[in-house]
């Protein structure tokens, strides 16, 4: 059952939206390479205001999460692309529904 989870939210500096979309675009890429990663959803919630939500069944996962390939590549990119630091949070997942996966 899936009960960690993490939430990145990130604001992309003005003129580098497309750069930020790409790079998600490699970021599902590395997802797709983790085993402890199940789920992972790139997200645009406004103009510049771009994140990433992933959910794990358990807390060894989110941490290899945490120190993998992604979140390297999150922080190499931060200072050219966002406007601050990503904020990033961890979650504990109360309830989950999923009839698609």
């Known amino acids: 059952m899936i009960k960690y989870a993490l939430f990145a939210r990130f604001e992309a500096k003005p003129g580098k939206e ?3 979309e790409a790079f998600l675009q490699k970021g599902l890429e590395l997802a797709n ?3 402890t990663t199940p789920i992972w ?3 645009k919630i406004a103009e510049r ?3 990433v ?4 069944p358990d807390e060894a996962g989110r941490q290899a999460h945490l120190d993998g390939p992604i979140a390297k590549a999150l922080m190499g990119v931060a ?3 966002f406007t601050g630091p990503p ?3 961890r979650i504990d997942v109360l309830g989950m529904k999923n009839t698609l996966g």
């Open 79 to 81: 200072d050219d692309l």
């Open 18 to 20: 497309a750069d930020v």
């Open 53 to 56: 939500f992933d959910a794990f």
């Open 87 to 89: 904020q990033i949070g």
């Open 41 to 43: 959803f790139a997200l």
């Open 49 to 51: 205001t771009y994140g």
């Open 33 to 35: 390479q983790e085993t």
